[in-house]
Antibody, heavy 118, light 107 residues
Framework: EVQLVESGGGSVQPGGSLRLSCAAS????????MHWVRQVPGEGLVWVSR????????DYAESVRGRFTISRDNAKDTVYLQMNSLRGEDTAVYYC????????????WGRGTPVTVS | DIQMTQSPSSLSASVGDRVTITCEAS??????LNWYQQKPGKAPQLLIY???TLQTGVPSRFSGGGSGTDFTFTISSLQPEDFATYYC?????????FGQGTRLEMK
């Protein structure tokens, strides 16, 4: 089955760290760019970060730049989001999503993992 | 950042109705506009990309159009499973941005 499964979410105090993982199965991860998108429950979708297919190029939303780091291990079919210096406003459900190199649409999403900073 | 403004923010309709949602970009994004459906507690699902291309497996009652700054998303005949929240998303430039969402409710 083609799917993405996030893990690693949880509760953390402000200033703390978490590392989210996104495990891919049923397709060749190395063919796709990968993204993290977050959503505060009851609110809209916010793009967080992206990484290209070989991991050499990354981009971030201004709100997380310098605190979050996206990476990938294609051999392990896994994408990561290292989140440091967490703030209350980082509380959200975090989704990983895949897409082509361009245009940047998201054709497969995971179920999401909740992060609470409090 | 490119701002995406959807209207309406919420909409009440009945099964069988034709429904249209609009999305306006704060600057020209050509055809780099995508539409998603999200149901409560679920991840979003891609419906349309490149403004008008139907994603594989998505029913033909969904359609999209527009270019530049003004875009539309239409459901030709609402089905019970279509009651959800819909988001537009621009992919012309970073940061990638979404509209605020349109909640489609049953009348």
């Amino acid at each position: 089955e083609v799917q993405l499964v996030e893990s690693g979410g949880g509760s953390v105090q402000p200033g703390g760290s978490l590392r989210l993982s996104c495990a891919a199965s049923g397709f060749t991860l190395s063919r796709f760019w990968m993204h993290w998108v977050r959503q505060v429950p009851g609110e809209g979708l916010v793009w967080v970060s992206r990484i290209n297919s070989d991991g050499r190029s990354t981009d971030y939303a201004e709100s997380v730049r310098g605190r979050f780091t996206i990476s990938r291990d294609n051999a392990k079919d896994t994408v990561y989001l290292q989140m440091n210096s967490l703030r209350g406003e980082d509380t959200a459900v975090y989704y990983c999503a895949r897409g082509p190199a361009f245009p940047w649409y998201f054709d497969l999403w995971g179920r999401g993992t909740p992060v609470t900073v409090s | 950042d490119i701002q995406m403004t959807q209207s309406p923010s919420s909409l009440s309709a009945s099964v069988g109705d034709r429904v249209t949602i609009t999305c306006e970009a704060s600057q020209d994004i050509s055809h780099y506009l995508n539409w998603y459906q999200q149901k409560p507690g679920k991840a979003p699902q891609l419906l349309i990309y490149d403004a008008s291309t139907l994603q594989t497996g998505v029913p033909s009652r969904f359609s999209g159009g527009g270019s530049g700054t003004d875009f539309t998303f239409t459901i030709s005949s609402l089905q019970p499973e279509d009651f959800a929240t819909y988001y537009c998303q621009q992919c012309d430039d970073l940061p990638i941005t979404f509209g605020q969402g349109t909640r489609l409710e049953m009348k």
